[in-house]
């Protein structure tokens, strides 16, 4: 299955990259892109990032000097003025 890169630009770099690598386009395309797929991959997610986050947030908090969340208080959040 051939393709064609349209883009004079993205032609070049595959091209360098080939050249660099003495390959052909395809296998040039294919690495990098399989490189970019597994640098991709690799990220956190954002539920990963948001569980880090709040346990980082714990980790740093004392409960001891906190207030305790009473009803009034968790009803204030919630209303509209």
């Not at 299955?1 to 296998?27: C, Q, S």
């Not at 399989?34 to 991709?40: F, P, T, V």
């Amino acid at each position: 299955m051939a393709f064609h890169i349209k883009n004079p630009g993205t032609d070049l770099l595959a091209r360098k990259v080939a050249a660099l690598r003495k390959t052909g386009l395809t296998e040039a395309v294919h690495t990098a892109l399989l490189h970019e797929l597994e640098r991709e991959q690799s990220k956190p997610s954002l539920v990963e990032l948001g569980i880090d986050f709040a346990r980082e947030l714990r980790a740093r908090g004392n409960p001891q000097k906190g207030r305790p969340a009473h009803k009034a208080f968790r009803d204030s959040l919630y209303e509209d003025d």
